[in-house]
């Protein structure tokens, strides 16, 4: 049971699909203080969980920290950054009593989850107006369930797209991209997609090629899909200003930028130089922005990543006459040193809040500031493409993916999360992000594997590849400037091979358990907390994961480990995959084991009464044959098997599902 109460007159930001009336009563659970912002309090017993928020730092179990949804581009973040890319105001309270809480507003809010005083709950936002939902149900995966079917069925990628893709910052032209496929097909390595990053455009302008870099651009799309391998461009939030540049000229005729509250354009710096952003929560100008996208699909091109859309300014020109004017005062008045006052300065220069205060958007004829709606930037921006594909080419599906969201932009696209650190911690926290993520119903998710900004080992690039295997975004991904991270950089490649191979063998489960979490709304990465409540042990474990209703993983995420320890809540057969090397098995009783897990493996564990299908793995996914999977697991046990061409939209066909049992 949803209910749904209003205060003040929140902006409609579109996270939720159904209508449901306005209770005049209060919540069931909590209090609700408004005025100059909104506050939500709730006492928490000792033993309550709270789960969700999305992307977020630390554990699954959310208590004992604070948490702000104010997209930010942070790459380098940490145990206690307190704002990631994205806004996911969505709360699970389990315990003494069971409910979950959306806070539908773009403003800025923070969840102080037993930090401040470690029993009280209490969400604080500066905006008055809010939408609130409490849902009711009898445990978290209920609750999950109701709040999906209010917001929503979560995007649906096409099947190419749970391959192995492999992006840098860095491949600037066409040979560079041919190297990498040459690299991956010479070595016997799967893979299906490269990734470009702002290099090929011209002068990072949106929508253009660099012709001298990639001449022909159509020609050399064909080229790479005669390999099977597909093309994914990014394109930035930021549309260059320049002269005779059509984007830029059309935007500013037709008033589709964001502009100041005089009228005159807001003008900031990103990868282009200046830039102004296109007014994406305007409806017709969304709709143009969208179809700005048709010219790389003419071109060939089925799949995109939408960046720097919190969006990410690094100045603005208000920014920099500020900086300048104190600076010449620090001059004048300091005497030496205390240089770091100086990059402070210039460090504020990036992300201010202030220029998000000079930002205005023209929704439906009234001027909006941006910092009120500073949240729905990035899913606006990813919907106006989602919109546009759905116009431009409604019988396929179009890889999209995002940097920045809120709630509502899962029906649009996935995310990739951000911008991370070659760091043990970060691998961790990719696998955590996880179910998180599943709550507010974005599915296609992964991380940047190898991690993007500093250097990554090789042992580290493996493990992070030996849990990426299971997410549906698996991506390898560096920052410019890091070390070279594609598995040709490395030693013993065929431990590669190995690990990435295994991703494709599990395909037909993986995407089986995407599609059905999709077309059910259920997650399919769950925390053990929400299939083993009653196990003290399990709920506390946040180191292994649920995936769909058959299996667990449980990755090494520590440097120089051989193995690890793992708890079984059930009786369980351990499968061991290295390539296309016969599957090692090994039935194991509940309670903790330590199991060795080679650099070349990927463990998993099948429950008890349960089966799977495993097959042959292959250098795309077009090669996958269906006829060489295998049930594996337990004998007697039966699988719901979802499967479809991975290209069309008939999803609900009853003729793509079937029953498998294991003999
Ligand atoms: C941002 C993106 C990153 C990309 C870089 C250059 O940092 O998050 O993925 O490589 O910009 O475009």
Not at 17 to 43: M, N, Q
Not at 272 to 301: C, K, M, S, T
Not at 536 to 559: H, K, Y
């Amino acid at each position: 049971m949803v209910r749904k109460y209003l205060y003040g007159s929140p902006f409609r930001t579109d996270a939720v699909v159904k209508e449901i009336p306005t209770e005049k009563t209060v919540p069931a659970y909590g209090e609700i203080h408004t005025g100059t912002g909104f506050a939500y309090t709730y006492r928490m017993d000792e033993s309550d969980r709270v789960y969700g928020l999305g992307e977020n730092v630390r554990g699954i179990n959310k208590r004992g920290f604070r948490y702000v949804s104010d997209c930010s581009d942070e790459p380098h973040h940490f145990e206690d950054t307190a704002s990631l890319y994205a806004a996911h105001n969505y709360l699970i309270v389990t315990g003494r009593e069971t409910f979950g809480l959306f806070l539908d507003s773009p403003a800025r809010m923070t969840f102080d989850v037993g930090f401040t005083s470690v029993d009280i709950l209490t969400v604080t936002c500066d905006s008055a107006n809010m939408a609130l939902y409490v849902v009711d149900g009898t445990d978290p995966q209920d609750i999950v369930h109701q709040f999906r079917k209010l917001i929503g069925r979560s995007y649906i990628p096409p099947k190419f797209a749970f391959g192995y893709g492999q992006s840098r910052w860095g491949y600037k032209t066409a040979e560079d991209v041919r190297e990498v496929v040459r690299q991956h097909r010479a070595a016997g390595v799967p893979l299906d997609m490269v990734y470009l990053d702002i290099d090929y455009m011209q002068d990072f302008k949106d929508f253009t090629v660099n012709p001298h870099r990639f001449p022909d651009f159509a020609a050399f799309v064909e080229e790479m899909k005669q390999s099977h391998v597909r093309l994914i461009p990014i394109i930035d939030a930021g549309v260059k200003v320049e002269k005779g540049y059509s984007v830029y000229e059309e935007g500013v005729e037709k008033g589709y930028f964001c502009r100041k509250q005089d009228g005159s354009a807001f003008v900031a710096e990103v990868w282009p130089g200046w830039v102004h952003f296109p007014d994406v929560l305007n409806e017709q100008a969304r709709a143009w922005f969208g179809e700005q996208y048709q010219v790389l699909l003419d071109q060939g091109i089925e799949g995109f990543w939408n960046d720097m859309n919190e969006p990410a300014i690094f100045k603005s020109v208000e920014g920099e006459q500020e900086l300048r004017a104190e600076m010449r005062n620090y001059l004048e008045t300091e005497s030496a040193g205390q240089v770091w006052k100086i990059r402070d300065m210039v460090m504020h220069l990036m992300n201010n809040p202030k220029d998000y205060a000079r930002m205005y958007h023209q929704v439906q004829g009234k001027m909006i500031c941006h910092r009120d709606v500073h949240n729905l930037y990035g899913y606006y921006m990813t919907r106006a493409a989602g919109e546009a594909f759905a116009r431009l080419v409604p019988e396929k599906r179009i890889l999209l993916f995002s940097r920045s969201s809120y709630i509502g932009m899962h029906r649009y696209g996935g995310i990739w999360q951000g911008d991370n650190l070659s760091w043990w911690s970060h691998l961790r926290m990719n696998l955590q992000m996880m179910p998180s993520l599943n709550m507010v119903g974005i599915l296609y998710t992964g991380a940047d594997i190898g991690g993007f900004g500093s250097d990554t080992s090789r042992d580290l690039l493996l493990r992070w590849l030996a849990l990426g295997v299971f997410t549906p975004l698996m991506r390898n991904h560096s920052a410019l400037g890091t070390r070279q991270q594609e598995f040709y950089r490395f030693e013993g490649t065929e431990d590669f091979r190995a690990v990435i191979a295994v991703r494709y063998r599990l395909i037909p489960y993986l995407y089986s358990e995407y599609m059905k979490a999709a077309l059910s709304d259920t997650m399919m990465f769950r925390p053990l907390a929400f299939v083993y409540p009653e196990d003290s042990v399990a709920v506390e474990t946040e180191d292994q994961m649920m995936i769909g209703d058959e299996i667990m993983i449980a990755p090494v995420l520590v440097q120089n480990a051989s193995g690890r320890f793992v708890y079984l809540p059930e009786r369980m057969k351990l499968l061991r995959l290295t390539g296309d090397a016969p599957i090692r098995e090994e039935v194991m009783e509940p309670g903790v084991h330590y199991v060795k897990v080679a650099l070349n493996e990927v463990i998993l564990f099948i429950r008890e009464g349960r089966t799977i299908p495993i097959g042959a793995s292959a250098e795309y996914v077009e090669a996958l044959d269906p006829s060489s999977c295998r049930m594996y697991g337990f004998s007697g046990a039966s699988y719901v098997w979802y499967d479809d061409d991975g290209t069309g939209k008939d999803y609900e066909n009853p003729c793509h599902v079937r029953t498998v049992n294991m003999p």
